[in-house]
């Protein structure tokens, strides 16, 4: 008797009988290979009718993502569906975007930032952060609400302040143009911070806080243009945006900036201003304390408020400032740390 003639299986390379392999296709008889072979055949035989419909014109090819796509429902897809198409801002109906100012355009297209910081346009239409330490959240949520973001905080040194890039709100954009600021570009030479007029409740001592901080902190300015890397979309938020970042004291940063130049921020960001365990000498929080004092004596008063705390605690839907509606709760994480933020807006 003549052995039998063998084969090797085109899945697991067992040898197989050559009369196995006619029968299979080539395979073993094993579960698995089965398995295998079932799936092939199924593929192709699938392959065939997609075939066999493009050829129809049953199914089209969408110009933007290259996926096939029932021609019936193309149209409708390159619409709504498609995942090429432009997602707009997840926020942008609860902050309304504006265009990109012409200012800040014009300064993106330059080699350098001008020697004298354009006060004015970075504070029109801005979000002001006092006591922001790194917190990406208002350029999450609210960037092409406003395009210039202010950051203040005396507890963030330079150090700490090179590390800005890696949170979430800015990792989409790159720095393409910043510098230190000087004192002098910010306020002249002879201005001086008008002390606040009260305290926190006696107590609290917050006039000795006030000065222990101050006199740890090493004031610093520095401001940036960040252009959107080129693989992000609108998702992220738009082309450009203007950070100041003012390693100093909220209250006098704010009278300097905004009271100064008689400026309101469009928007206010209040996230865990570090009032009660963190080293804050008064409550941001507090509508008779004094940065809300100061706020509220402005032209008018800002257009959104973002109200928030580090870790899961609950928000009000009451403001704590006289004016404004609750609108919704958000929450933003970063540096292994939620924020629950509460999003109000300015009664009408
Ligand atoms: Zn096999
Ligand atoms: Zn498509």
């Known amino acids: 008797m003549t052995e039998e003639s063998k084969t090797t299986c085109r899945a697991c390379g067992t040898a197989i009988l050559v009369r196995t392999a006619d029968a299979t296709g080539g395979y073993c008889r094993s579960g698995k290979c089965a398995a295998e072979r079932e799936a092939k055949k199924r593929a192709e035989c699938q392959r065939a009718i997609i075939e066999e419909r493009v050829k129809k014109g049953a199914l089209k090819l969408c ?101 800005t890039m890696l949170f979430p709100g800015f990792s989409p954009y790159r720095p393409i143009l910043s510098r230190n600021v000087e004192r002098h570009e910010i306020v002249p030479d002879d201005w001086i911070p008008q002390p606040p007029r009260r ?11 006030l000065m222990e901080a101050q006199s740890r902190c090493l004031p610093f300015g520095h401001w940036s243009i960040w252009q959107r890397r080129e693989k992000r979309d609108e998702r992220v938020g738009p082309r450009l945006f203007s ?60 257009e959104f408020l973002l109200i928030g705390s580090y870790g899961g605690r609950s928000i009000s839907v009451d403001c704590p400032f006289a004016g404004y509606t609750f609108i919704k709760k958000t929450w933003t994480y970063e540096d292994r740390t939620e924020r629950v933020i509460g999003i109000y807006n300015r009664n009408l």
Request: charge should be negative; hydrophobic fraction near 35%; aromatic fraction near 10%.
């Open 243 to 302: 950070f100041l970042f003012l390693g100093g004291e909220a209250l006098s940063s704010f009278q300097g900036l905004y009271s100064r130049n008689e400026m309101t921020p469009k928007i206010l960001a209040i996230i865990q201003p570090g009032h009660a365990c963190g080293d804050n000498w008064t409550n941001f929080n507090d509508p008779d304390a004094p940065l809300w004092e100061a706020i509220s004596h402005g032209a008018e008063l800002p």
């Open 63 to 163: 110009p933007l993502c290259g996926n096939l796509i029932c021609s019936s429902r193309l149209a409708k897809h390159m619409e709504g569906k498609c995942e090429k198409l432009p997602r707009p801002h997840p926020y942008a109906t609860t902050f309304p975007h504006i265009p990109i100012p012409e200012w800040l355009v014009r300064l993106a297209s330059a080699t350098t930032l001008p020697p004298l910081i354009p006060l004015k346009d970075v504070l029109s239409d801005s979000c002001f952060y006092p006591s922001s330490g790194l917190d990406s959240s208002p350029v999450l949520l609210a960037n092409g609400c406003v395009h210039s973001f202010v950051y203040v905080d005396y507890g963030t040194s330079r150090d700490d302040f090179n590390r």
């Open 199 to 209: 305290f926190d409740n006696p107590g609290f001592d917050g006039r000795q806080r």
